[in-house]
């Protein structure tokens, strides 16, 4: 095992700060987030979801963070070292999990490295000619030229995590972050200055209270779990990284600003243009690959949109995977491998491991009646990361400590008694129990 002095760290809070919004901020907020929030009673919806991230996000990633940072080590190691063999594979779960959606998170990674590079040439040409249905289908169903572009991602992931915590992660989220809000921010003065985009905003954020059930509030739970990259050993790893003297409540609390901030921004985004052209308000891989280049088709610079477009994906998919990337990579480094070999066995282990998903819409490859890249999906995102995330709220509530606990997440005396107790209370009790009510509820296999 590696002397934790010599473990690396992030040099500064705001490199973790936005190492850790860079992995929250994804295609769950830029694919999911707009439409849930759209089709479940839009501000209400919002309102909703907040009151969700403030009481039980903020929790359990504190929780993460917490834990990561007293272990100072991969999530396995940590919870060997804080509670004893028997909580090992808790950690190993969460790694196992960040291995299994890299290998499908790096599949659609391609897809987004290919339209990218499409936006140059010819997408926006054939999104005119109405022909975006048909690329997507014959993209899909080609293997080699996904698991092509699967490749390309994985190959830009691991550059980055080669080059270790500072000089890779640190450094190339310092520069992608502000470069996904500037992309972000042009597109939204596109989107709400087109004529007709105000059907747009008022289906995302007409307050429509009638449409919030008992089915909204775990809506937003199970989103905000899986936009926030709580449950799979990203977030503590990570935390395992940040200098002991930096405050973890209010980084925390930055980090998952950040990410609403992106999802809601990610909806003015879309709707203002879906709704200004007439297109049907999607999610997911229809709305990103064939509905948004026909939008660009009819806007004058569509090019350039385009590009813009898919650049903030881009950036969006690559810090998020460099974080999933680095779970499984820093097992190895504490064990004590060199990086660089480390980061190479596993990001092509996890390639090979997502030929499967890239296959799959080929019309190959099911689970049940689920594609095989949907199953590995539902495996990750509704089994293990709700399970691993409550257990991490339970190990801290429970396990841990409390004195220790206490001068841990209050280092710097930045959290008050009041505060502290009743954030023990949430992990104690509220969030495992909220968790649990998803899980049950939301599992269909
Ligand atoms: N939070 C990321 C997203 O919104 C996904 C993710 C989950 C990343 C778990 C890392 C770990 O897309």
Not at 352 to 364: E, F, N, Q, V
Request: overall charge positive; proline content about 3%.
């Amino acid at each position: 095992m590696i002397d934790e002095k010599k473990r690396e760290s992030f040099g500064s809070r705001i490199g973790f700060v936005l190492a850790a919004a860079g992995s929250a901020v994804g295609l769950g907020n830029l694919w999911k987030f707009p439409y849930i929030a759209g089709r479940n009673g839009g501000a209400a919806f919002l309102f909703i979801y907040i009151v969700i991230i403030v009481c039980i996000g903020i929790t359990a990633m504190m929780a993460e963070v917490l834990i990561g940072r007293m272990g100072r080590l991969n999530a396995a190691d940590t919870f060997e070292k804080l509670g004893g063999k028997k909580w090992k594979p808790v950690g190993l779960a969460g790694i196992l999990c960040t291995f299994i959606i890299l290998s499908y998170y790096s599949v659609i990674g391609g897809w987004i490295v290919k339209y990218f590079f499409m936006s140059f040439t010819d997408l926006i040409e054939q999104a005119g000619a109405g022909k975006t249905g048909e690329i997507f289908g014959a993209f899909v169903s080609n293997p080699s030229q996904v698991i092509f572009y699967q490749g390309i991602f994985m190959l830009i992931t691991a550059l980055v995590v080669l080059f270790g915590i500072k000089g890779g992660i640190e450094r190339s989220c310092k520069i992608m972050m502000p470069m996904l809000f500037v992309a972000m921010l042009v597109l939204i003065i596109r989107a709400v200055t087109l004529p007709g985009a105000m059907a747009g905003i008022e289906f995302y954020l007409k307050p429509d209270f009638s449409k919030v059930t008992s089915e909204t509030w775990l809506a937003a739970l199970g989103q905000g779990f899986f936009s926030l990259s709580l449950g799979a050993g990203a977030i503590m790893i990570y935390g395992s990284y940040l200098p002991k003297t930096e405050n973890i409540v209010s980084s925390v609390k930055q980090i998952c600003f950040i990410d609403t901030a992106v999802a809601f921004l990610a909806g003015l985004m879309i709707f203002p243009a879906v709704f200004a052209f007439g297109a049907e308000p999607a999610a997911g891989p229809g709305l990103t690959f064939i509905t948004v280049p026909t939008l660009f088709a009819k806007m004058s610079g569509g090019v350039v949109f385009a590009v813009i477009f898919f650049l903030l994906f881009f950036v969006a998919a690559l810090t998020s995977s460099i974080s999933l990337l680095e779970c499984s990579t820093g097992y190895f480094v504490d064990h004590g491998m060199d990086r660089k070999l480390a980061t190479l066995i596993t990001a092509a282990l996890i390639f090979l491991t997502g030929i499967p998903s890239a296959y799959s819409l080929s019309g190959g490859l099911k689970i049940g009646s689920r594609d095989f890249i949907d199953a590995a999906g539902y495996l990750t995102d509704s089994i293990m990361m709700p399970l691993c995330s409550m257990f991490c709220c339970i190990f801290v509530g429970w396990i841990l400590n409390r004195e220790l606990v206490k001068r841990e997440a209050t280092s710097d005396g930045k959290i008050g008694f009041g505060s502290f107790n009743i954030w023990m209370m949430m992990v104690k009790f509220v969030a495992p129990a909220a968790i649990l009510v998803i899980f049950f509820t939301g599992l269909k296999w």
